[in-house]
């Protein structure tokens, strides 16, 4: 019975060593599933505190844009503007379907031949110079443009630019086509000003060819501007000048080719090669000199006046700057040598 008993004891003890291997591959395989579904487990946490950690992040600042002004000045803007303070660049934003929140004035007038489209907005003299950054404030824009140089000029820019980013041109009035185009990006107006510069230009083709005789026989036209400081020629470097010369291709006098800021006296009347005259009399400040010139005899001598070919121009928008003023220049003036 003992040698059965002693027999039976190997088998019993090889059971057991099998079991205790089973029992350790047993564990040793969820040990590997732990360590496999560890990093799963850890991506998925991760994955989980990123989307967590992206709804907390505040809201990126999706379609800002960062641009550099034509002095060099670097501002971030916001992707739509609603609130614009653009004085003298009024014409431009309403070609773009845009109202400002307030309208450069001299005194109480403002620019009229953009009254009925401006009749609600605010207006901010400029005649002793800009307003104060007290008095722009009260108005909240959240972009302010500034159509010259001149403008940005005293403190203007940097006292502005505590307000709302300031876009400053070195002279919008030099180029409309391409300051709207300028105006139009910061505004994500761009559709709207390639169709509005679409149409002045078929405007345009169609003044040239109802003036072609006029060029190619080299017509000369003088823009006269009567201000109270004095009396001046108007060159192409700016408002009516730019469409009369530049755009409509009338040709110089040698005045304004030599020193267009140059005033005119009476006696240098007789010095204007002009074949046609147009008068511009700033915001009727400049009457008293008017009368004084063309009661003249050295007015009344020259050529253009003996030939009945002088005009009166609408100081509001020969002296204006965009698309709306240039397309009236342009009807005045085909209205008056057009053939």
């Known amino acids: ?7 039976a004891h190997p088998k019993s003890n090889r059971r057991q060593r099998l079991y205790s291997m089973a029992i350790l ?10 360590g496999c579904g560890s990093p799963a487990a850890h991506s998925g946490s991760a994955a989980g505190s990123e989307k967590e950690a992206a709804a907390q992040a505040p809201p990126a600042s999706a379609g800002e844009q960062t641009v550099t002004d034509e002095q ?5 803007i916001p992707a739509a503007p609603q609130r614009v303070f653009a004085p003298y660049l009024e014409d431009s934003l309403l070609t773009l379907g845009v109202t400002p929140v307030a309208q450069w004035s001299a005194g109480q007038e403002g620019q009229p031949y953009l009254a009925d489209q401006l009749k609600d907005v605010p207006k901010l003299d400029f005649s002793s110079g800009l307003p104060s950054p007290e008095v722009v404030m009260n ?13 940005a000029e ?17 002279n919008a009035s030099g180029n409309p086509e391409k300051s709207l185009q300028t105006i139009a990006g910061l505004l994500g107006k761009q559709e709207q000003a390639k169709q509005a510069i679409q149409q002045y230009e078929a ?3 169609a003044a040239k060819a109802q003036l072609k005789s006029v060029t190619d026989a080299g017509r000369k036209a003088a823009i006269i501007r009567f201000a109270p400081r004095g009396v001046t020629l108007m060159s192409p470097d700016y408002f009516s000048g ?9 040709g110089e006098p040698a005045l304004v080719q030599q020193d267009s800021k140059a005033m005119i006296a009476t006696e240098s009347l007789a010095d204007i090669d002009a074949d046609y005259i147009f008068t511009v009399d700033v915001s009727s400040q400049g009457t008293n000199s008017i009368q004084e010139m063309t009661s003249s005899e050295v007015w009344k001598s020259m050529p253009a006046v003996q030939a009945g070919h002088v005009y009166k121009a609408d100081a509001s928008y020969w002296l204006g700057s965009g698309l709306i003023a240039f397309g009236k220049v342009v009807d005045d003036v085909v209205a008056a040598i057009g053939q």
């Open 139 to 151: 108005y909240k824009p959240d972009l302010i443009i500034l159509h010259t140089s001149h403008y």
């Open 242 to 250: 730019y469409v009369v010369y530049k755009q409509l291709g009338l």
């Open 1 to 7: 019975m003992n040698r059965h008993h002693q027999a």
């Open 72 to 76: 060099g000045h670097q501002l971030t």
């Open 154 to 170: 005293k403190g203007v820019y940097e006292s502005y630019s505590k307000i709302a980013p300031v876009y400053v041109f070195n």
């Open 203 to 205: 405007k345009l083709a």
């Open 25 to 34: 591959v047993l564990i040793g395989c969820i040990l590997l599933m732990a």
